[in-house]
Each structure stands twice: as C-alpha cells, then as structure tokens.
C-alpha cells in the first residue's frame, strides 16, 4: 500500500472543462513540488486554563509550489495564465502516476491529498536556446481532503 502515492509522487493539475456534472482535465504536472498547510487558531484564555492557553481551529489555509511544471493534452503557459486571470477553480493531487514505464503503481486504498486552488502565480522562463521551464503556485480555494485510490482508476 502507498508504494507510489505520495513518496516520490507527481503534483498533478485538473482544468474543469465542463459544469453539470463537472469534469475535470488533467493539463499538467510536475515531480518537483512543495505543500505548506497552515492552520488558523483562535487562543482562549479564561481562569480555568490559567497560563496555559486552550487553541480552537477556525480554517486551514494551503498553498501549493511546483517548479518545473510540465504541461500537455494542448495545454500552454497561456492557458494557465487565462486560467489566473479569470479566476478559475482547478483541482489539485498529490498523488503517484498509475504508470508501469515508471514503476508505480496505484493500489487500492492508497492515499492522496486533493485540494480545490486557483493560480496564485505563474512562472515561465524562455532562456535563449534552451527549452521554456514553467512554474506555479496554487492556492486554497474550497477543499483540502485525504482520498483513498477506487478499486479501478482505469
């Protein structure tokens, strides 16, 4: 279980490309990534607790850093940056590719992180005779969830 889940896992993006039911297509990833969630807390004090604070979770914010992003199924820099400008709602995983050529492999009941974020920024380098590399953040917008792999992710 977790073989190739989320050690060594992709970060992979999502543009929803229909509503109602909705349906998501997947545009990129990128193998180099980061994850930071923080935690919003209220701190309460009252003579019962003395000195020692009680803490009450009130929000969870999440941000997501992916450096070199690779894109595909059509999808450019310039999608992504229409994607930022209009504000649109993407679907995030941290998860590992069901792949043989890479040796993982997606078992039942392994784990991934998924998360609903708009593009809190865009990166794209055009050096001279060298290929483009692209990078992003992503940033909460909805939910942030633990999921379990269905028994068929064919």
Known sequence: MNSGIYHGSDAL???RTAVSPDV???????TSHSLDVKSETIVRRTKSTGSMPTRKLVGIDASISMDAL?????????????AQL???????????HDNEDWGVEEDLGDWYIQM?????????KWPLNADASYAASFD????????TAPADND
Request: no cysteine.
């Open 116 to 124: 609903g974020a708009i593009i809190g920024g865009n990166n794209a």
């Open 70 to 82: 690779v894109l595909y199924n059509g999808y450019s820099f310039e999608n992504l940056l229409t």
């Open 24 to 30: 998501y297509t997947p545009v990129g990833h990128a």
């Open 140 to 147: 909460l917008s909805g939910s942030l969830t633990i999921e």
């Open 13 to 15: 993006v999502y543009i």
């Open 86 to 96: 209009a504000g649109n709602q993407l679907l995030l995983q941290l998860r590992g």
